[in-house]
């Protein structure tokens, strides 16, 4: 506004202006925006078409949070695996979301939910695990892009890596017997009071825990396991003591295949730090080149509309010269000026 004033009456602007740019560019580089300026000096800042801010109107933003219930509000949470108080930014007099396709927000907003929204099934895994089946009235559905991109994947597949510890852990440890010979002892639990691998509990990562029976008491720890030569023997659980072989089955998990889509517990860990680190060093080669770019375009702009010491170097030593030549010029024209009054015609007289 005061821009538009101050040139309106033929006032210079520049410092406004200059100012005005540099907010501008701030914000464009939280959130990509295009910027239009009529030819009477009005400024219009849009968002994805949707106009921000239209000469002196401003359109504001706002942040709804999500929840878990579609009927309750406006934007229900995306995945299984969103915490609470995640907010969406809308537009504040409508209410309608902000459609952001750039800048700091952008990559913020894709880390937090995945690109897309939810993820398509991880293979051979049930949706309730893999966190892309809704529950019933829950979780309203989102785009189905498959991406390794955005913390909900990883949170996935941690969560698939937790259960499918805990549902093999536990097969193998309640075949197993107790120094008391009591057998069918769970070891982790999903944090519930009553163990159903069938019907995981989101997300199990954040719920496993140790069984109420092995923190109750650490001698139901099964350690000893009779394998059919023992049994063939008659060998009697509570007189096993010193046979640590389900011990030794519960440590042969390691390089056993239990987790789907992968080899072993120890490869499953490698991969998906490997995808991660992939991804992390993808992500700083594209945030570098696009620096680049960035850096690239404003040098180009600055030698249009900004001052170039060198550019103003130059001009100054070139008017120096200037005005070195058109003093030596009127030194010369003073002389002959002399030569023509005071000398010439003397003899003559």
């Not at 139901?220 to 049994?231: F, G, K, P, R």
């Amino acid at each position: 506004e005061q821009i538009f004033k101050f040139e309106n009456v033929g006032r210079p602007a520049n410092d406004l202006r200059d100012r005005r740019n540099l907010i501008v560019d701030n914000l464009s580089r939280i959130i990509k925006v295009s910027v239009h300026e009529d030819t009477s000096g009005r400024l219009r800042v849009d968002i994805a078409g949707q106009t921000l801010v239209n000469h002196i109107n401003i359109y504001e933003l706002d942040t709804i949070p999500r929840s878990s219930s579609v009927s309750a509000v406006r934007y229900p949470k995306n995945n299984h695996v969103d915490v609470d108080d995640l907010v969406e930014v809308v537009w504040k007099n409508t209410g309608e979301k902000v459609n952001i396709t750039g800048g700091i927000l952008k990559g913020f907003i894709d880390m937090r939910d995945g690109i897309g929204g939810r993820e398509q099934p991880l293979p051979g895994v049930p949706e309730e695990l893999s966190g892309t089946a809704p529950a019933s009235g829950q979780f309203q559905p989102a785009p189905n892009l498959n991406t390794e991109f955005g913390i909900p994947y990883y949170m996935r597949m941690w969560n698939l890596f937790a259960h499918s510890l805990m549902i093999t852990f536990n097969e193998i440890h309640s075949q197993g017997y107790t120094l008391n010979g009591e057998t069918g002892i769970n070891f982790f639990s999903d944090g519930r009071a009553g163990f159903d691998p069938s019907a995981p509990q989101q997300p199990i990562a954040k719920f496993i825990t140790i069984s109420d029976e092995i923190r109750n008491d650490w001698n139901n720890i099964a350690a000893i396991y009779l394998d059919d030569e023992d049994i063939a023997n008659g060998i009697d659980p509570t007189d096993a003591k010193g046979n640590n072989k389900n011990i030794l089955r519960l440590l042969d998990l390691r390089h056993r295949t239990y987790v789907p889509e992968c080899d072993n517990m120890d490869n499953f860990t490698k991969a998906l730090v490997s995808t991660l680190g992939v991804a992390s060093r993808q992500a700083v080669h594209e945030a570098d080149n696009q620096e680049m770019l960035v850096a690239e375009m404003d040098r180009r702009r600055e030698s249009v509309s900004g001052v170039s010491l060198d550019e103003e170097m130059a001009n100054m030593v070139r008017f120096q010269h200037a005005y070195n030549a058109s003093a030596r010029i009127l030194t010369t024209i003073d002389e002959m000026l002399d030569t023509l009054i005071n000398r010439v015609g003397i003899t003559g007289r």
